[in-house]
């Protein structure tokens, strides 16, 4: 799957793109110009200019400083959020997918009552429910997706469950978790890594959109959802401010969405054939 994935170029490309923005996170302390703390009232909504690349917030901050610090809770907590949902997505879909039975009727019957609200309204309520705090702005989305995850990847586990390989496998007398873990899990890696990539897209949305709304990441920590927050208090006076981390939020998204559609490609028997 790898090999596949390296000769497609938009894989390549959008991959470093994501790695690059990764990077300039981790190595915000060195890279910003700026403490994305440090406030100069005389320096207010300051323009573009070689001091401040992107200009100053209405408290006189440096917007580039707080972009790079604002990829750190923006991307990685999407990432991990991300990682999470699919982790229990997947252990739900491959008990339900490989056992079926009561297994298979009770989650999917838990699966049906989590799908059956709408996504967003569910979020609000377990934030209202546990508080505004980061740690539950994760378990609100983990809680909400996971059920999408389980039903898309217990359909996939459907497809293998009888295949040949695993009828010899348990012929010889492999156990459950090691059919599961050693061929189920790699059969289906490449469908979970489109749904991983595409999905990650729709998680920065909704951290962002939380923190937008005042229920997510809180001021003055930078986050691009938060930064918009701050911006709109401001729009008739400066709107340029909401640019930046909006344009931001939007390529970013885009880098991920795009990304899922290439790896789908990329892995596509059709396009492997040709």
């Not at 190595?27 to 910003?32: C, D, E, M, R, T």
């Not at 809770?73 to 997918?97: E, N, Q, R, W, Y």
């Not at 040949?164 to 090691?178: D, H, K, M, V």
């Amino acid at each position: 799957m790898i090999r596949l994935l390296l000769k497609n170029n938009m894989v390549v490309g959008l991959s470093s793109f994501i790695l690059f923005i990764a990077l300039a996170g981790i190595l915000a302390p060195w890279i910003a110009p700026y403490d994305p703390y440090e406030s100069n009232i005389l320096m207010k909504f300051a323009p573009y200019s070689a001091e401040h690349w992107f200009g100053t917030d209405h408290l006189g901050r440096d917007i580039f400083s707080r972009l790079i610090y604002g990829i750190r809770p923006t991307l990685f907590l999407s990432v991990l959020t991300m990682l999470a949902t699919i982790g229990l997505g997947a252990v739900m879909g491959l008990l339900s997918g490989y056992f079926r039975g009561i297994i298979d009727e009770v989650i999917m019957r838990v699966v049906d009552m989590m799908l059956s609200f709408p996504s967003q309204i569910m979020i609000f309520a377990v934030i209202a429910l546990l508080g505004v705090d980061v740690q539950n702005i994760i378990i609100a989305n983990v809680l909400i997706k996971w059920a999408w995850y389980a039903r898309m990847i217990r359909t996939n586990v459907m497809k293998y469950r009888d295949k040949n390989f695993i009828l010899y496998s348990r012929c010889i007398g492999s156990t459950e978790r090691f059919i599961m873990i050693r061929h189920l899990l790699p059969s289906i890696s490449s469908e979970m890594a489109v749904l991983a990539s595409l999905d990650v897209g729709w998680t920065i949305i909704n951290i962002s959109t939380l923190s937008f709304l005042g229920l997510g990441i809180q001021a003055p920590l930078p986050e691009w959802g938060a930064m918009l927050n701050e911006a709109k208090n401001v729009l008739t006076v400066n709107p340029i401010q909401m640019l930046v981390p909006g344009i931001a939020i939007v390529v970013l998204v885009s880098a991920f969405n795009l990304l899922g559609d290439a790896i789908r490609d990329a892995l596509d028997p059709k396009e492997v054939q040709e």
